[in-house]
């Protein structure tokens, strides 16, 4: 090859673009966009190298808002297990492979162009209210290791003078705290592992998570029968008999560190089994000075035993919960996607449930309108593909989830999804005024069933072949805290137009809202049907701004 031949090629593109080594990369470029005070706005600048590898490249920042703004490398992981045989056609790639998604701190890594292989950068500007409106120039500079200038592109970003409100949405995103201690090997409730856990939970706020799982006892999800997960349990237990003393200053220490996070609502986990609720969690308990397991799978559910137990304990809960003035602040779970076939053992185990604990709000992910229809479940949270009954019934204050059996039609946040169906949730949520969101896997790092939990999420990214890639977590285990995915930061995108469609309604109304997102289409806009189009939501999400814009002082 000629020397000059040798070319160093970039070009800026939307955060809603994935970028793979392997394709040409025919993304539209995207070289302006608008933010609202108190928002994060993303793009990437993409590279690649014609020629040999250039090593060591320097990447430099030039902008009067350069103290706000932070680069990461879009790193690659390895997908096998990719998306369901019989999947719709809104989809990336269907193949085993590399898949652009975690994002690298740049101090902890080099930036080398490999020969023809597409690389991005991922670009971040988190305004405040202390930045003055306007529109402010922004370059990036590719250097090589002499000094000289490979690329240079430039982003004008204009900040308009309105503040994204606080979010309303109520997300939970659950916190897996066992996956934290088994791939740190630290012991669970060690000092280690709280200053491990309080970096999760920080970053799950960060990213919209107001809501947080909390293991009063070990969280009885995705565990295949007769196995366990590592103990995580807060509450203290000490069996006399049949008498229970409980201990609550783990749950105390828990309540603070979410609290001092910015946590708003903590979700106690589920008091039966996963799928049914035939079963108790794992409890762990002292009895005569020795710890051992005193319910779990050998447990039925509405057993003598366990029946006493809960009768016991949620008295001196609710004691703990009015002493902290929580009242408005928890809520609780039965049993995770019960089926019609579960329906005897749920309405038992919710009956209970129910007796002690009518003053709260009980909420379980289903899909069985049956049960909401029958008064078993009154706060009931669908899957977001079958939630038009629910939509119909006018379900007030309704939720929604999905996981990894919403890949048809619905929007998700697979490895093989393109990124506008993972952003496109947010106009979703607001048309229909969900009040919840619920997502199963922040950081589930072991096989699916748990059964194996020495799992490498850098190199295992579907539970062992469980779920697509994906679905299982949406953060990486970095050496000191999480890594985060481009997965969660357009989801929390799709977060952010929410509140930008509810700062926009204050100002039009609702009514005014829709019909400004549904002009042009040739049908409105559902939880299945949507423009699956990058550009179609970025103009979208611009023409909100500017309306906004018309109001600011």
């Known amino acids: 090859m000629n020397m000059e031949e040798y070319t160093f090629e970039t070009k800026i593109v939307s955060s809603l673009v994935k970028v793979f080594p392997n394709e040409e990369l025919h993304a539209q470029e995207f070289t302006e966009g608008t933010a609202l005070l108190n928002e994060k706005f993303s793009f990437q600048v993409a590279y690649r190298r014609r020629g040999r590898i250039l090593k060591n490249i320097q990447v430099q920042v030039e902008s009067e808002l350069e103290n706000i703004i932070s680069i990461r490398k879009t790193g690659l992981s390895p997908a096998e297990y990719i998306i369901q045989h019989d999947h719709d056609e809104h989809v990336l790639r269907t193949t085993s492979g590399l898949y652009p998604d975690p994002l690298y701190p740049l101090e902890d890594i080099k930036i080398n162009a490999l020969p023809e292989n597409w690389q991005s950068l991922w670009i971040t500007i988190e305004t405040n209210e202390k930045i003055h409106a306007g529109k402010y120039p922004i370059s990036i500079s ?96 000490e069996k006399s008999g049949n008498h229970f003393i409980f201990g609550f200053d783990h749950l105390k220490r828990w309540i603070e560190m979410g609290d001092k996070n910015g946590v708003k609502y903590y979700e106690f986990s589920h008091l039966f089994t996963q799928w049914g609720a035939e079963h108790a969690p794992k409890i762990i308990a002292s009895e005569n000075g020795e710890q051992k397991k005193i319910f779990g799978w050998e447990t039925d559910a509405a057993s003598e035993e366990y029946t006493q137990f809960l009768k016991q304990f949620f008295p001196e809960l609710i004691r703990f919960i009015k002493e902290n003035k929580l009242e408005n602040r928890v809520y609780f779970h039965v049993s995770d996607e019960p089926r019609p076939h579960h329906r005897e053992y749920y309405e038992k185990a919710n009956d209970l449930v129910r007796e002690y604990l009518s003053d709260f709000p009980i909420i379980d992910a289903l899909s069985d309108f049956e049960f909401y229809q029958e008064g078993i479940v009154k706060k009931p949270i669908p899957s977001s593909n079958h939630i038009e009954p629910f939509l119909e019934a006018e379900i007030p204050d309704l939720w929604t989830y999905y996981c990894v059996s919403q890949y048809k039609e619905v929007a998700n946040r697979f ?77 929390y995108e799709a977060l952010q137009d929410v509140r930008a469609l509810k700062l926009l309604e204050s100002h039009i109304g609702k009514e005014a809202v829709l019909a400004m997102l549904e002009e042009g289409l040739e049908q409105p806009i559902t939880f299945k049907n949507y423009p699956c189009d990058d550009e179609w939501l970025l103009t979208k999400r611009k023409q909100v701004n500017e309306k906004i814009k018309q109001y600011s002082k």
């Open 415 to 491: 490895f093989a999804f393109p990124s506008v169906r993972n952003r496109i949730l947010g106009i979703q949520l607001y048309k229909y005024d969900i009040t919840g969101f619920l997502h199963w896997g922040y950081n589930f790092w072991y096989s699916q069933f748990s059964l194996k939990q020495d799992v490498d999420p850098f190199k295992t990214t579907d539970a062992d072949q469980g779920f697509p890639a994906g679905d299982a977590f949406a953060v990486y285990p970095g050496k000191e805290g999480p890594i985060i995915s481009l997965r969660l930061e357009v989801f």
């Open 142 to 237: 590719f250097n090589s290791e002499e000094g000289d200038q490979l690329s240079k592109e430039c982003f004008q970003l204009e900040i308009i003078d309105q503040v994204l409100p606080d979010q309303q949405l109520v997300h939970t995103h659950w916190l897996h705290t066992d996956c934290i201690a088994t791939y740190y090997q630290v012991e669970a409730l060690s000092e280690p592992y709280w200053e491990l856990v309080d970096k999760y939970v920080k970053t799950a706020v960060e990213y919209g998570s107001n809501m947080i799982l909390t293991p009063l006892f070990t969280p009885p999800l995705d565990t295949a029968i007769g196995h366990e997960r590592p103990t995580v349990q807060l509450v203290e237990v």
